[in-house]
């Protein structure tokens, strides 16, 4: 079978192989890359997503590293991965389990071995399974050799030999020579699944251009990987994953924090006001100061503040002066934050608060992603101080959130809160490119006139005086003629702002604030439940980035004959308008979540829908077939068939390509 | 990491952006509708009358001042000045206040706020903002102790002090606010008292031209809580020994027949001496150069306050030299990147460099 690639500009081969390669079609691959913390894994694995993305396949990313910057080399603390998910069709999530294993060193493979199924291919590097480092991560024997992997397709090879063998004509040291290794893997990775490299050819050029040594080597040792698979007689398949059948149109691939930011841009530009963020760095929202800090040019204004407290100040402020104030952090951040966000509700003044959630509670683990801030953001303050609450569901969708959360903020003057999480932050997905000019725009409507007129007839301003439809307060910026005025914490008198303490408009005040934000439902669209013959009995309901493997379970469930019904939550305060008719009308509500229920408490305190819990708080994201199980046993029993009759969820749990639409696309043969 | 040159911008004066009056303004023009709501005879009502009467100076336009203030008797302050002003949350109002003056340079931004406020809960943002150097003038107002929460110990009393929440006296050391701002490397530092209308107001107008953060402690008498805790400087018996006067370019004596003066003393220190002991005379005397650059100077001055019960201390400008404000730094690097790269193509920037296409 004449089956090479001849489209491999950058590759120069000389033809030693005498075995023709066979190239097997694949309709999905999960692949992960493991290694210690300074082996470059995130590199390597943006390197493959890049060339993945570029190649057209759907895909989805989950990085996991420590929180320590270096823990010490070699050890199962010092684990890093990266897993990539790609395939020719539609998929949802970074996928379960791996069907390809990268592990560098001896405590990568340790440490994800678990995760592997029996069957899949482990590529390991043997430079340093020494028996002082094995005996070091528990392993008296060496594992490559006691036959304790033969369940595996088992590639050991001397990564870090060949990557020095491969790069001695630059003269590097030992040390730096064995550090182009994660090079040398993707280049093996990249033959073995097709992949276009010329990207990674000139990402190398450019990111090592001051340091030409460095960027020779590691180009040298992603050739010398690629043609490695090219000649070895380890290897005698290539696989190839076609392109997915995506909507025409342009695409890109975009991580969760980079989405966030540009959504946060568009939507300070589509109000026409300039952004200010203020923020001070933590895991894992800095990236999302990084990228606005690059953004200058937007008009965006970055403070990187003393702490919490003050960037969020730092924002309001910005905001009491007409522009869009917006503050990133994480849960710990959102705690210090607390009392100016309640000033915020007070001053009723735009305010974008991201909280990228990480598994708590107090530092918790900062690297690891979790849900449980809900209840925090929703209810963190004193007094009553209602807000919006909006989650992002997928990397992608963290662009239009930020854009629906600075609509929101500024048409309704109030703070508003985004969830995104780790998993969504670091996680990254194909996006189609919006255009720009389609957009929505937000109207800031300035007071710019006397808005009423005083007991003597003259003209005056009142702040807070009402839109009677979404009940937003006028808002006349500093440098505006003649409406001067002040606000502040204390209790306002109804339309004049000024301080009160008396008793009714207290009560009126408080209501008036609630009024507001649950008036924001009538702005929202309905939740859209997915139900394809709507005869589901159970249904499925979500928030924020369990989208994915609740959606990936539900397509299990439905490939084995289930019927359940499925919707997701964006706006969680208030919710659609709709969602307590949609609640009614199954018999039951499964609500996963990555948090002990806190969505679930919320439902049955405002609709005493006695909904179904499902909570797993390990600081992972949800597993498909963990919950196409749920969901299948949750089907079952709804409709009344016995605990050991039951057997829709063990069979959805087993479904092996979860994430296909419809069956066709399975045809092409599996990997194994 | 790397440094850069930052290319600094000339050094405008505190009031450059701001739009200037077009018709000569009033005291009244700046008084609000609101009652003023202080304790009879409190420090407060001269500041506000003071500050009142200093606003038309300005001769800039009334819409483009805004106050924001922090928690505490003194935060009351915006609700009285028809100007912009937010009210804000306890410590708070630097913060506030610098994301207010870095966008918006066509405002004239106070701060006004309290020694609990700004010294306690409120002191890191104090001391980040005198770092940074924002373009906003910080009013604060030092009763050494507590008013709006009836009369705790503040980070300003004297130890020892007696209050309901220290019944056999304070414990701890407290804060000289003009040492803790100099010590934070503040570009203009100054002193003045409630009672002192002119002095007060001339070091208004000081702290307004200076470009960067001026901060100005204002002693400020609390007759319900504190009383008499200025007296030394107020008494006409006790004051003209009490007060240090900082006047720049002028040989720092002071006292009844300016008797006393202030003299270099051992390495980096100064020292109150009678006149008439100095080996020189008048000559010995440092003259007072509140632009000297190393802040220790200013710093050994602000080291002649009593700590305890206030008998003496300096009043006056103690420092004001020139730095580039953050503000117009961080203004400068948007300018720059919008000069090298255009007012920024969102599509562009969306869209980004690796992108494919499905047809
Ligand atoms: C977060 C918070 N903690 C405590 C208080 C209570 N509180 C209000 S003012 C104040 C102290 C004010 O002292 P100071 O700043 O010296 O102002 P003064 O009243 O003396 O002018 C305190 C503790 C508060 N409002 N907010
Ligand atoms: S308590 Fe003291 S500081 Fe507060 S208003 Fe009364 S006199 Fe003034
Ligand atoms: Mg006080």
């Known amino acids: 079978m004449p089956t090479r690639r001849p489209d491999d500009p950058s590759f120069d081969l000389e033809m030693k192989r005498t075995v023709t390669i066979e190239v097997k079609q694949l309709d999905r691959v999960v692949i992960r890359f493991a290694g210690d913390s300074g082996d470059g894994m995130q590199l390597t694995g943006d390197r493959f997503t890049a060339e993945t993305a570029s190649f057209g396949n759907d895909l989805s990313t989950l990085p996991n590293f420590p929180a320590e910057i270096r823990a010490p080399a070699g050890t199962l603390p010092g684990v890093s991965s990266f897993q990539l998910h790609f395939a020719d069709h539609d998929i949802l999530t970074p996928g379960d389990a791996p069907d390809v294993l990268i592990a560098m060193n001896p405590a990568a493979l340790k440490a994800n071995l678990k995760d592997v199924p029996r069957g899949a291919t482990v590529i390991v590097d043997t430079a340093d399974f020494t028996a002082r480092n094995l005996k070091r991560i528990g392993y008296d024997e060496n594992p490559l050799e006691t036959g304790e992997l033969d369940a595996y397709h088992l590639i050991p090879l001397n990564l870090t030999g060949m990557t020095v063998e491969s790069v001695k004509e630059f003269g590097l040291t030992r040390k730096d020579a064995s550090r182009a290794k994660n090079m040398y893997a993707l280049g093996l990775v990249s033959w073995l699944f097709q992949r276009p490299v010329e990207s990674t050819i000139t990402f190398l050029q450019t990111k090592f251009a001051s340091k030409p040594d460095i960027r020779d080597a590691n180009i040298a040792a992603f050739r010398a990987g690629y043609n490695f698979g090219e000649t070895a007689e380890e290897f005698s398949v290539r696989y190839e994953v076609k392109p997915a059948h995506m909507a025409t149109g342009t695409y890109r691939n975009i991580s969760g924090n980079l989405a966030l930011a540009y959504g946060l841009v568009a939507g300070a530009q589509r109000a026409g006001l300039p952004l200010v963020l203020g923020a001070y760095p933590i895991t894992p929202a800095s990236d999302v100061l990084h990228e606005l800090s690059k953004l200058k040019r937007f008009n965006v204004t970055t403070i990187q503040a003393e702490d919490e407290i003050a960037g969020v100040g730092a924002a309001l402020g910005a905001s009491f002066g007409g522009a869009l104030g917006v503050t990133t952090s994480s849960g710990p951040g959102i705690s210090l934050k607390s009392e100016t966000i309640g000033l915020g509700v007070m001053l009723e003044l735009p305010l974008v608060v991201c909280d990228i959630q990480r598994a708590g509670p107090s530092t918790g683990m900062p690297t690891k992603t979790e849900q449980a801030d809900l209840l925090q953001v929703m209810f963190g303050r004193n007094g009553e101080a209602p807000l919006p609450v909006l989650a992002a569901q997928s990397p992608a969708d963290c662009f239009a959130i930020a854009i629906e959360a600075a609509r929101i903020a500024v048409t309704y003057r109030t703070p508003v809160i985004v969830l995104s999480d780790g998993y969504l932050a670091n996680g990254s997905e194909p996006w189609k490119v919006p255009v720009v000019e389609d957009l929505p725009t937000i109207e800031p409507n300035f007071t710019l006139e006397p808005n009423a007129t005083d007991a003597k007839g003259a003209p005056t301003y009142l702040p807070y005086l009402r839109d009677p439809e979404t009940l937003a307060r006028a808002w006349a910026i500093p440098g505006t003629p003649n409406l001067d005025h002040r606000i502040g914490g204390l209790e306002k008198e109804d339309k004049t702002g000024n301080i009160s303490y008396d008793p009714a408009n207290h009560d009126l005040m408080i209501r008036t604030r609630q009024a507001k934000v649950d008036g924001i439902a009538r702005s929202i669209p309905p939740i859209e439940v997915d139900d394809p013959d709507g005869t589901a009995n159970v249904l499925v309901l979500g928030w924020g980035s369990t989208y994915g493997p609740i959606g990936a379970g539900v397509r299990r469930v439905r490939q084995v004959g289930g019927k359940i019904a499925q919707a997701h939550l964006r706006h969680l305060n208030p919710f659609p308008s709709n969602l307590g008719d949609v609640l009614k009308s199954y018999d039951k509500v499964l609500v996963p979540e990555m948090n002990l229920g806190q969505l679930a408490m919320l439902l049955r305190a405002k609709y005493l829908v006695d909904v179904v819990s499902y909570a797993q708080v390990r600081g992972m994201p949800l597993g498909a077939a963990e919950l196409a199980e749920v969901i299948g046993n949750l089907v079952e029993e709804t409709a009344g068939i016995d605990d050991d009759a039951r057997h829709l969820g063990a069979a959805a749990a087993a479904v092996k390509h979860g994430e296909a639409l419809n069956q066709e696309l399975h045809q092409s043969e599996g990997a194994r | ?359």
């Open chain 2, 1 to 359: 990491m790397s440094t850069v040159d930052l290319g600094l911008p000339s050094l405008p004066g505190g009031l450059k952006g701001v739009p200037a009056a077009t018709e000569p303004q009033n005291r009244k023009e700046y008084v609000s509708d609101q009652e003023v709501r202080w304790c009879p005879g409190c420090g407060d009502y001269a500041v506000l009358a003071a500050f009142q009467g200093f606003l038309p100076e300005l001769g800039i336009k009334r819409e483009n001042v805004a106050m924001v203030s922090g928690i505490g008797c003194s935060s009351r302050f915006p609700y009285y000045l028809s100007t912009y002003g937010m009210h804000s949350i306890h410590g708070r109002a630097p913060a506030i206040a610098t994301g207010l003056a870095v966008s918006r340079p066509d405002l004239s931004v106070w701060v006004v706020t309290g020694d609990g406020d700004a010294l306690s809960i409120g002191g890191n943002h104090l001391i980040h903002t005198l770092r940074r150097n924002v373009n906003l003038k910080i009013l604060l107002f030092n009763n050494r102790i507590y008013g709006l929460t009836k009369g705790q110990y503040s980070p300003t009393s004297e130890t020892g002090k007696v209050t309901k929440s220290t019944p056999m006296g304070s414990v701890d050391n407290p804060f000289n606010p003009v040492s803790l701002a100099l010590g934070a490397e503040a570009t203009f530092v100054a002193r003045t008292v409630d009672s002192d209308r002119k002095h007060l107001t001339s070091v208004l107008r000081a702290a307004a031209e200076h470009r960067g953060t001026s901060f100005v402690e204002i002693y400020q008498n609390c007759p319900i809580f504190n009383d008499n805790a200025f007296d030394a400087f107020k008494d006409p018996e006790t004051r003209d020994d009490a007060i240090i006067p900082l006047v720049h370019g002028e040989p720092i004596r002071f006292g009844t027949d300016g008797h006393l003066g202030v003299v270099r003393d051992g390495f980096a220190s100064l020292a109150v001496r009678e006149v008439a002991d100095l080996p020189g005379g008048e000559a010995d005397l440092v003259i007072h150069d509140a632009h000297t650059e190393d802040p220790a100077y200013a710093f050994a001055l602000s080291r002649l306050t009593d700590a305890g019960v206030l008998h003496q201390a300096p009043i006056g400008i103690f420092r004001s030299v020139e730095r580039p404000a953050y503000d117009d730094l961080v203004r400068q690097q948007i300018t720059t990147s919008q000069e090298a790269q255009g007012t920024g193509d969102l599509q562009a920037l969306v869209t980004g460099a690796d992108t494919w296409t499905v047809n």
